[in-house]
């Protein structure tokens, strides 16, 4: 009996190793599936439901007092244009290149989403005046031209900027995006090139 013995100990702590790395292997999946739902399957960004969450986190935070928020909003301009000229192929690895651009020039710390078709947003802290110093390093990482199958593009965005200050506690996420929105459509219409900044006015 005592090699049995041996036998079926070392069988039920295989068994119960196995069931382990399932586990574990089934925890990696849920939380890669997770994470998939949350990001654009193009570029890897933030999607809007995984950006308007930290949004509305930030803005709700208990430990709020002093700091301020800001939604930089993107919107490329023409951006028809090259999926009818060069293919939706040329659209997409535009879109992956603004993408890249967009991370390597903001802080660590923030958020940079893709809210759908060449709409980008970036979620900042900091007072007016940082928040305005990131927004025209964005502005200003579209002067070099996209290289797109060998031809380099020149790609224009419409920015707008909203800005929560430390004393806008009962502000929603979607309003302060609605007012980053306001702000760039304002911009598109000048066919301004500089950022356009939200005033209380453009409410109305």
Known sequence: LGPLYIVGIVTVFAVMVRQLLV????RRLLAEVSDQA????????????????????????????GRSWAVLLIDLDDFKLVNDSLGHHAGDAMLVSVAERLVGTVRAGDTVARLGGDEFAVLLEGDADTCNAVAHRVLEAFDRPV????????????????????????LAAEDLIKQADLAMYRAKRS??????????????
Do not use: H, K, M, Y
């Open 23 to 26: 586990l574990r292997e089934n």
């Open 38 to 65: 949350l990001r654009d399957p193009l570029t890897g960004l933030a999607n809007r439901t995984l950006f308007t969450d930290r949004l509305t986190r930030a803005l709700a935070s208990p430990n709020r007092s």
């Open 147 to 170: 290289a797109i199958d060998g031809q380099e593009l020149s790609v224009r965005p419409s920015v707008g900027l909203a800005i929560a200050g430390a004393d806008a506690a009962a």
């Open 191 to 204: 066919q301004s090139s500089q950022v356009s900044t939200f005033c209380p006015d453009e409410d109305a």
